[in-house]
């Protein structure tokens, strides 16, 4: 076209070349060779009981270390990947480190694993799925998928039929971003979840509006009657934690347990955890003497 130099490459248009259509290009371009190098790792976020603040689990996240460029969200790469076809290959690299890693944490610890509404497109990914878990002796009854609920399912019945054989073989389906998408009752109408996870929006704002108080309490009451578990995402202060645990929130993820990390930080922080545990339980031993 009118706009490509040679060899149909953008011309240098000086700052114009750091527009993000072009950066998105890059990403394509780039994403199946780093697939290869990789340079797509796992990070690891902790879930935690609200109550007590002991870590349950950890959500792994994509991270992109690439050689030069620094932070590229998985919110760019993630749907190029999707787009590409490269969705699959990410998720079963990604899905056979995190079982290596968790292999180290305490045995009833969850590895909640990121699914692309795409892959539910595909009848093969319990069998994809069962391969991993299989090779690395990891239980099934481990795993939680969360789906997001603001893609729409176009074909509800495979998604279905998919979710509904993975969850028996024991994996725990959530559904992710609740609040956010077109189509999150109708999702919990009909696909088998097992716990809702409440989107950030609502707890960023839960102690400034009365709307956003309102919501995640009915929320809260729509997730008793239909007797799902329930995380709160993007918790980063004391008084949306004490918020959430009077309306009655099992557990919750964000910046004040803890950001995304690396296997060996995510380690730490169980170690931690179970040195205070310790420590704790040697103090009321010796208040009881
Ligand atoms: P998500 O699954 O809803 O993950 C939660 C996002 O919120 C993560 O962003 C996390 O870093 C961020 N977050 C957690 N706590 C806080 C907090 O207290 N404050 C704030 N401001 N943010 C918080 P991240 O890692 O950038 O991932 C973005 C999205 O990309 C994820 O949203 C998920 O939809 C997608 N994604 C990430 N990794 C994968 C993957 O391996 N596969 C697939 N299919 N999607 C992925
Ligand atoms: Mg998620
Ligand atoms: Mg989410
Ligand atoms: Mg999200």
């Known amino acids: 076209g009118p706009n490509?130099?040679?060899?149909?490459?953008?011309?240098?248009?000086?700052?114009?070349?750091?527009?993000?259509?072009?950066?998105?290009?890059?990403?394509?371009?780039?994403?199946?060779?780093?697939?290869?190098r990789n340079e797509i790792v796992?990070?690891?976020?902790?879930?935690?009981?609200?109550?007590?603040?002991?870590?349950?689990?950890?959500?792994?996240?994509?991270?992109?270390?690439?050689?030069?460029?620094?932070?590229?969200?998985?919110a760019e790469f993630i749907p190029a990947a999707e787009k590409l076809g490269l969705i699959g290959a990410l998720t079963e690299r990604l899905l056979r480190?995190?079982?290596?890693?968790?292999?180290?944490?305490?045995a009833h610890l969850q590895l909640s694993v990121n699914i692309s509404p795409q892959q539910l497109h595909d009848s093969g990914l319990p069998?994809?799925?069962?391969?991993?878990?299989?090779?690395?002796?990891?239980?099934?009854?481990?795993?939680?998928?969360?789906?997001?609920?603001?893609?729409?399912?176009?074909?509800?019945?495979?998604?279905?039929?998919?979710?509904?054989?993975?969850?028996?073989?024991?994996?725990?389906?959530?559904?992710?971003?609740?609040?956010?998408?077109?189509?999150?009752?109708?999702?919990?109408q009909e696909l088998p979840f097992d716990i809702l996870k409440?989107?950030?929006?609502?707890?960023?704002?839960?102690?400034?509006?009365?709307?956003?108080?309102?919501?995640?309490a009915a929320v809260m009451g729509l997730c008793?009657?239909?007797?799902?578990?329930?995380?709160?995402?993007?918790?980063e202060n004391d008084s949306q934690l004490e918020m959430l645990r009077c309306l009655g929130y099992g557990n919750g993820q964000g910046w004040l347990f803890g950001r995304p990390a690396p296997a060996a930080e995510a380690e730490a922080l169980l170690k931690n955890e179970q040195s205070a545990v310790a420590l704790n339980s040697v103090a009321q031993i010796a208040e009881q003497v």
């Open 198 to 216: 409440v989107d950030a929006i609502f707890v960023r704002t839960l102690c400034t509006k009365t709307e956003s108080r309102k919501i995640i």
């Open 127 to 188: 069998k994809q799925i069962s391969g991993i878990l299989e090779q690395a002796r990891f239980p099934f009854q481990r795993l939680t998928l969360e789906i997001t609920e603001s893609a729409v399912v176009d074909d509800i019945d495979l998604a279905r039929l998919i979710l509904g054989h993975l969850r028996s073989l024991g994996a725990h389906l959530a559904l992710d971003d609740f609040g956010t998408g077109y189509s999150g009752l109708r999702h919990l």
């Open 42 to 74: 796992p990070y690891y976020q902790p879930i935690v009981n609200l109550q007590t603040r002991r870590i349950e689990g950890f959500e792994l996240l994509a991270r992109w270390q690439h050689p030069i460029r620094q932070n590229i969200s998985p």
């Open 224 to 235: 008793q009657s239909l007797k799902l578990a329930t995380i709160a995402e993007g918790i």
């Open 4 to 36: 490509s130099g040679l060899l149909g490459c953008p011309v240098n248009r000086g700052n114009a070349m750091l527009t993000s259509r072009t950066v998105g290009k890059n990403v394509a371009s780039e994403l199946a060779r780093a697939l290869d």
């Open 97 to 106: 480190q995190a079982c290596v890693d968790a292999a180290n944490w305490p």
